[in-house]
């Protein structure tokens, strides 16, 4: 390990160019120092080239004094229209400041301007992409196995991700349909009808995949289907033939011919009577009711439809509900509806809820044995990067060395336990002897046991978004998809699987739904993985203080008092778990952790408070002229109104005090968080009708306390929210008031 990371690893203010541009001179240092090397780079390349213009000519000075009276009118409208991210109020969407290294990264490829989309156009930011997806494999524990080995690359965004993870899954899934109706249907390609596969079931033996039937076909598992160009490769050159004779096998693929045509012919050369087809038009992805947008449009796209995606319903802390999945698949294993996907969410945009990942697997290995199979999608794009938490900084390390010594300290003193979370944060804070207040979080101080568990799983998975712009705090476009398989992103080539020919694999651009891509944004996840490492030290000690910070909001939310309106949040804590954690709300971090060290009960409540990542889901009832109102429209209408005093809609908007957002739970599938806001807050319940709520996301690192110890601004910040909501209530009375009156002879 480099000492520049391991000195790096002790001041976390060093990271973010802060909100109040702390780190200003810094970041100016480092923009300032990639100008020169460009320009450098171009006087040096080809020297002996001719200037093309003067810039001492009275036009060329003219021109430049009207970009830059431009440029002014541009940049003060920023500073002035922009969403201030950055700041301590703005408790919005899933954006805060960019690491200050992923900036500089990306000013400094912004520069040359390089396009991912082939090697030739980006020979570096290429190479830097490839870094960063081996670095994203690792981080989720992707790291390959025998035949496996992972491979991942940049998109512009997780929605993007989402639809090539659907494509993918679609094109290996149908392959072998297209393989056997080649085989069939090819005289030449006749000798290799020999290949055996085995079929997706309980104790079943080797067949000839020729002889498979349709369904049979549809459900082998992955990596079955992954090892078939490999398999025909062999078979043709133990065979001596002709290999070029396996690009047959394209004029068969649901690639090459689309879903309607490559239905209608394997249906007729598999001879399945029209049941093949029918099946194919009814292929299901299946995902939450909280999954994203971008999910159905990923079935759109695909020439499934929207209605391809089938919803299941959650549960109350909007996580998936389980049991309905398990009868969703019951139900389409016997009407022999092929299932392409299942989506398990490693946090919701809207309400960081973790699905039941290893559920899911395990559902998964009970429906192959009764001969069914789907590919596993976690869609990680908000929450991959929590798997920094579960992995220790290198002993080489600052960080490394600062845990081990308070680890040392209290495994020393009379018996303390040293693997205590609470008692080992409680240390760091209380040595009065480190600079810049060290802190290293675990994944034992903030996330709760469930998420820590599906977090592990994610090596297990098919597909895995991971969003570098989300909580890698990079600079858009950012996303990306990981395989845990390098041959399944082959499927989407379009051309022929690379093992049918000679050569390297091609360039990273022949993958994925996006042509040109900005080798900017690789260079600027490079550079922030480069200072931060992927680990407890880097962006764990990162989301480590986010996630406590957000555990700190949640107990300032639920203490929450007004005579004007009530206030429910999605937990699954008890009315007694709740109460212990509204006494955490006066107490600083260093007492907090205190507390904790000394009740090993409050700390298995602090674990399981709050979201089961930084999102916090919560809606709000008015009590207008001491009466409580029961009608959920009106609820609907109170938060509405909130959320638009607590944030900008159109430029010219004046600034809130506090950033907050919003969104809906649909009333088809959302039945249980809209039941269980509704009875906190004490309204009828309408089953046809959706629930507006708000969202707080919380991703300063100082929330709750600067790097110096000098202010906890969670009181201050979520005091905004109560005064906004009570001069809500004030506005909704007077209005009552007025139409009494108009109503009165």
Same mark, same amino acid.
């Given at each position: 390990? $480099? ?7 002790? $001041? ?16 100016? =240092? ?14 040096? *390349? ?14 060329? &000075? ?33 954006? %805060? ?34 870094? @960063? ?17 992972? %491979? ?9 991700? +989402? ?21 069939? +249907? ?28 349709? %369904?049979?076909?549809? +459900? ?39 879903? *309607? ?7 007729? !050369? ?6 093949? #087809? ?6 299901? !992805? ?29 549960? &109350? ?36 809820? !973790?699905?039941?990942?290893?559920? @899911? ?20 794009? %908000? ?20 845990? =081990? ?7 020393? +003193? ?38 820590? #568990? ?29 395989? #845990? ?13 690379? /093992? ?30 480069? /200072? ?48 212990? @954690? ?25 674990? &399981? ?24 429209? @009106? ?26 957002? $919003? ?83």
């Amino acid at each position: 390990m $480099s000492a520049t990371r391991g000195e790096g690893a002790q $001041s976390l203010g060093a990271w973010f160019l802060g909100p109040r541009g702390e780190s200003h001179d810094l970041l100016w =240092s480092l923009v300032h120092h990639a100008m020169h090397h460009s320009v450098k780079g171009r006087k040096t *390349t080809y020297p002996s080239d001719p200037d093309w213009t003067n810039p001492d000519s009275a036009d060329f &000075r003219a021109e430049s004094q009207f970009i830059q009276d431009n440029y002014e009118h541009l940049v003060k409208n920023l500073e002035k229209e922009c969403v201030p991210f950055s700041s301590y109020r703005y408790q919005g969407h899933m954006l %805060w400041d960019q690491t200050l290294p992923s900036l500089a990264g990306y000013f400094a490829a912004l520069l040359y301007n390089q396009n991912n989309v082939a090697a030739e156009a980006s020979p570096l930011t290429t190479a830097l992409e490839m870094e @960063v997806a081996a670095d994203l494999c690792k981080m989720v524990g992707l790291t390959g196995e025998g035949r496996i080995k992972p %491979w991942a690359h940049i998109t512009c965004d997780g929605s993007v991700a +989402n639809i090539e993870a659907i494509w993918a899954a679609r094109n290996t899934r149908l392959y072998p349909l297209a393989l056997c109706a080649a085989l069939r +249907n090819e005289s030449d390609l006749g000798a290799l009808d020999s290949i055996e596969v085995r079929p997706t079931g309980r104790n079943q033996p080797l067949k000839r995949l020729a002889k498979l039937n349709w %369904w049979e076909l549809m +459900n082998l598992t992955g990596d079955t289907i992954l090892g078939l160009p490999t398999d025909l490769k062999q078979l043709a050159t133990s065979l001596k033939m002709n290999l070029n004779l396996l690009k047959r096998i394209d004029a068969y693929t649901v690639q090459y011919l689309g879903l *309607t045509a490559f239905a209608e012919r394997v249906d007729e !050369v598999l001879e399945a009577g029209g049941d093949l #087809r029918r099946a194919l038009a009814k292929q299901k !992805v299946l995902g939450s009711a909280s999954a994203h947008y971008s999910l159905p449009k990923a079935t759109t796209l695909v020439g499934l439809g929207s209605r391809a995606f089938h919803q299941v319903k959650v549960q &109350r802390n909007a996580r998936l509900d389980t049991d309905h999945l398990q009868q969703c698949l019951e139900n389409f294993l016997a009407e022999r509806i092929p299932v392409m996907t299942v989506v398990s969410i490693i946090g919701t945009t809207e309400e960081s809820a !973790v699905d039941d990942l290893s559920a @899911v697997l395990e559902m998964r290995q009970e429906f192959r044995e009764r001969g069914m199979d789907f590919f596993i999608h976690a869609d990680g794009a %908000w929450g991959s990067y929590f798997s920094s938490l579960l992995h220790e900084p290198a002993a080489d390390s600052a960080a490394g060395a600062h845990l =081990s010594y308070h680890q040392d300290i209290l495994a020393n +003193n009379n018996g303390s336990d040293g693997h205590s979370a609470a008692a080992l944060a409680h240390q760091q804070l209380s040595h009065k002897d480190t600079s810049h207040r060290q802190f290293v979080h675990t994944d034992k101080t903030g996330l709760n046991a469930h998420t820590e #568990r599906q977090l592990r799983r994610l090596k297990d998975v098919d597909t895995i978004t991971a969003d570098p712009h989300k909580s890698g705090f990079a600079p858009y476009p950012a996303g990306s998809l990981l395989y #845990r398989d390098a041959r399944m992103p082959q499927m989407i080539q379009i051309t022929a699987p690379v /093992i049918y020919r000679e050569g390297d694999a091609p360039t990273v651009g022949v993958f994925g739904v996006e042509g040109s891509k900005p080798g900017a944004a690789a260079a600027g996840v490079y550079f922030s993985h480069k /200072i931060i490492p992927l680990d407890q030290g880097g962006y764990g000690r990162i989301l480590g203080r986010c996630t406590f910070n957000t555990k700190r909001a949640f107990a300032q939310l639920v203490a929450m008092q007004s005579e004007r309106f009530d206030f429910a949040v999605l937990t699954d804590l008890s009315d007694t778990d709740l109460d212990v @954690v509204r006494s955490w709300v006066d107490l600083t971090n260093e007492e907090l952790w205190e507390q904790l060290s000394e009740h090993p009960a409050e700390m298995d409540i602090f674990r &399981r408070a709050g979201p089961d990542l930084n999102i916090i889901t919560y809606a709000l009832n008015p009590i207008i002229n001491g009466e409580r109102n029961t009608d959920p429209k @009106v609820t609907n209408d109170f938060n509405d109104r909130v959320f638009r005093k607590l944030s900008i809609q159109k430029g010219g908007d004046p600034i809130p005090p506090l950033y907050v957002t $919003s969104s809906i739970f649909d009333s088809a599938n959302s039945g249980a968080p809209i039941a269980f806001l509704r009875k906190q807050l004490r309204v009828n319940h309408n089953r046809r009708l959706d629930m507006n709520f708000l969202i707080t996301t919380v991703m300063n690192p100082w929330l709750s306390d600067t790097e110096n110890g000098t202010r906890n601004m969670i009181p201050e910040v979520f005091g905004h929210l109560q005064r906004a909501a009570e001069s809500v209530v004030d506005e909704m009375a007077a209005s009552a008031t007025s139409k009494l009156l108009m109503l009165t002879p």
